[in-house]
């Protein structure tokens, strides 16, 4: 393993990094096609085997967990029976469940994929997309508060799937109490909330979340086009560093030193779900740890690319990342 890469892995495992965000459970239906159906035109699977997994800002966390780090993760869930497989869920994976804040107003987030083969049948969404009441708010930011005064994390990751946790008011929290002890934040945002996260350290949308959030018209096969967004929002954010996730395009970095466009690992894909966590997973330990931009976003290029050739969403495979990293000579 070259030195840098090393390196990065070793700090990674000494460090904690707080996770904010919409935790939601991904569960599944695996089977087979074998027919359509009599009553509409649509395919009948027959379930062999049932699973479930973590997902949203819980997904960022296990790939945490998988490069060593330590992660806490805060957010504000139901209180019924699916936040009690999630809680199990996060034991299972060796998570610390207790930054989970139960409501019940609000039912905890189920999204269900059916799965023939390889092959994507359908997903059905259960979930409220309501914002945190005030005392909702109150008692996510406090938490916050509290575990990046006792704990100290080496960066703060802000994971907004649009679901209700960050509002303005818990996005303006997280964002204060980290700055005040100096702590990094890197942002993966939805549209609700985009221009919201002003003096971030790291924003990462991905190319159609920049077109809608800033409504301007980005294709991320055109370079400029892409620029010139990124400078729009960074006038709007004051933001230190951007990077723009382009799909098959690759990615596009950009700070004050510079600008980087890199261009996507060939892969075979086969899921891209949950490709965005394991990007903002990777980046924010690389962030923690001063690498450049241009470093940062080659890590989490390849890292993303990795999980997108898994059916579902899965955490990252140290192993192989590190094997890959290797070979590119990314910190050689």
């Given amino acids: 393993m070259s030195k840098g890469l090393d390196a990065l892995l ?66 504000v869930i139901g209180d019924d029976a699916t936040a009690d497989t999630l809680t199990t869920c996060f034991a299972s994976a060796g998570l610390d469940p207790t930054g989970l804040i139960r409501s019940k107003a ?79 934040v890197a942002v993966d945002p939805k549209l609700r909330n985009f221009l919201r996260y002003r003096g971030v350290t790291l924003f990462k949308p991905n190319v159609k979340e920049l077109r809608e959030g800033l409504k301007v018209d980005v294709n991320g096969a055109d370079i400029d086009s892409v620029r010139r967004a990124v400078e729009r929002l960074e006038q709007e954010l004051q933001n230190t560093m951007t990077m723009v996730t382009l799909s098959e395009h690759g990615v596009y970095a950009h700070d004050k030193n510079g600008e980087h466009h890199l261009p996507a690992h060939k892969r ?46 899965v955490p990252l495979e140290l192993d192989r990342f590190r094997r890959e990293a290797e070979a590119a000579t990314i910190l050689a």
């Avoid at 309501?130 to 406090?142: F, G, M, P, T, Y």
């Avoid at 690498?291 to 050739?309: F, K, Q, W």
Wanted: charged share 20%; with cysteine; hydrophobic share 45%.
């Fill in 106 to 184: 609000r039912p905890t987030t189920v999204k269900t994929r059916v799965i023939s083969g390889n092959q994507h049948v359908v997903r059905v969404d259960e979930e409220s997309t309501r914002a945190l009441d005030a005392q909702e708010e109150a008692r996510l930011v406090e938490r916050i508060r509290a575990v990046i005064a006792q704990r100290g994390p080496a960066a703060v990751i802000i994971e907004d799937y649009d679901k209700g946790v960050m509002t303005a008011n818990t996005i303006a929290g997280t964002i204060e109490a980290a700055c005040q002890q100096g702590i990094p």
């Fill in 10 to 75: 070793a700090q990674a495992r000494r460090s904690t990094v707080l996770v904010v965000g919409d935790v939601m459970l991904d569960a599944y239906l695996w089977g087979r096609v074998d027919r359509i159906s009599p009553e509409a035109p649509v395919p009948v699977v027959h379930v062999q085997q049932r699973s479930a997994r973590l997902g949203g800002a819980a997904n960022v966390a296990l790939n945490l967990h998988a490069l060593g780090a330590t992660p806490i993760v805060m957010s």
């Fill in 268 to 313: 075979r894909i086969v899921d891209v779900s949950g490709a965005g966590d394991t990007v903002i997973a990777v980046a924010a330990l690389a962030l923690a740890q001063g690498l450049p931009v241009d470093r940062i976003a080659a890590l989490s290029n390849l890292a993303g690319g990795l999980v997108c050739e898994e059916v579902g969403v």
